[in-house]
Nanobody, 128 residues
């Protein structure tokens, strides 16, 4: 019953923008930090960004810092990843994941092993 569903992926020209959504069903995200991860063919899955339960704490990979913005709307049980100035290197399957944490923890981590629930992924393609 617990499910995360990513949406918003697609083909975008270099320099373009895209907003990914991660919607939860079957549970509330209030007690979960949320991470966005991506995996390109032949590469390891890497952390992109994460956000704490309240949204006060965020982290970004160096490769996306300044271009991507993570946000959450707990009332909608949804987390977003706004991606601007997209590059071909951003091409990957993007996954959102939920990590059950104490709400007193005002931060988040970008380690795949920490996350409990994973979405199925959405493809983002930025052609060269």
């Amino acid at each position: 019953q617990l499910q995360l569903v990513e949406s918003g992926g697609g083909l975008v020209q270099p320099g373009g923008s895209l907003r990914l959504s991660c919607a939860a069903s079957g549970f509330t995200l209030d007690y979960y930090a949320i991470g966005w991860f991506r995996q390109a063919p032949g590469k390891e899955r890497e952390g992109v960004s994460c956000i704490s339960t309240s949204g006060v704490g965020t982290n970004y990979a160096d490769s996306v810092k300044g271009r991507f913005t993570i946000s959450r709307d707990n009332a909608k049980n949804t987390v977003y990843l706004q991606m601007n100035s997209l590059k071909p290197d951003d091409t990957a399957v993007y996954y959102c994941a939920a990590h059950l944490v104490n709400t007193a923890f005002k931060s988040c981590v970008l380690r795949t092993t920490e996350y409990d629930y994973w979405g199925q992924g959405t493809q983002v393609t930025v052609p060269s």
